[in-house]
């Protein structure tokens, strides 16, 4: 039989990740910033997510990787991906704790990450991106072909909860300007779908 947790058991464990990390970051000097679950979470409200995302340049991925030890961690590299699990973990059936995404896969990630926000999360100090950032970024993964279906209706969630409160014409814009670096002409179809959630009109991408 499966263990029963709570929300708030994965938060903790999530909480002691983060800070671990962000130390590792630090120590490093790594530009860095925020993004998936753990974002939408400090934009909108606490959700469940089962890891923790940050961009980074590609470059201080090696590095990255070599230190992981040292702050009781362990990764392999999946694709551009730098996977990280707890050290003692079986990277074949457990799900990785933090995923380091290089920015450079696309030049909406590269800016997400030049103008991401110093800020308080979980009580701890980090980089985030924008609300518009990941709102751009949240378009782009539900519009990608790559993407899985089920992951695509929670970018789709995601996007609709944090333009729903406080989504001003600065916002929009500054989303349709970075939706537009790495799929031109999205910025219509961006917002067509804020407008369809604004409005409560059923959305499709």
């Known amino acids: 039989m499966r263990e029963l947790r709570f929300f708030w058991d994965y938060m903790s464990e999530q909480v002691d990740h983060l ?7 630090r120590r490093r000097r790594v530009r860095h910033a925020l993004v998936g679950g753990h974002a939408v979470s ?18 201080a991925l090696a590095g990255l990787q070599r230190a992981l030890p040292e702050h ?4 392999q590299r999946r694709g551009e991906v730098l996977r990280v699990w707890n ?10 704790v933090v995923d380091f995404v290089p920015a450079e896969y696309n030049r909406t990630q590269q800016e997400a990450l030049r103008t991401a ?4 999360y979980q009580d701890l100090p980090v980089r ?4 518009p950032a990941l709102v751009a970024l949240k378009f782009l993964s539900a519009t990608s072909a790559a993407r899985a279906v089920a992951d695509k209706h929670q970018d789709l969630a995601d996007l609709a909860h944090l ?9 929009a814009r500054e989303a349709r300007r970075l939706v537009e670096l790495s799929y031109p002409g999205g910025g219509h179809d961006l917002d067509r779908l804020i407008g369809d959630v604004r409005a409560g009109r059923p959305i499709t991408v």
Request: no cysteine.
């Open 42 to 59: 400090f934009h909108w409200k606490p959700r469940l997510t089962v890891d923790i995302d940050f961009l980074v340049p590609a470059r």
């Open 72 to 75: 009781g961690f362990a990764g």
């Open 87 to 96: 050290s003692g973990a079986d990277p074949a059936v457990a799900d990785s």
């Open 117 to 120: 926000l110093d800020a308080v």
């Open 19 to 25: 800070r671990r990390v962000l130390q590792l970051l």
């Open 163 to 171: 333009v729903q409160q406080a989504w001003s014409p600065a916002d």
């Open 128 to 131: 985030v991106v924008t609300r």
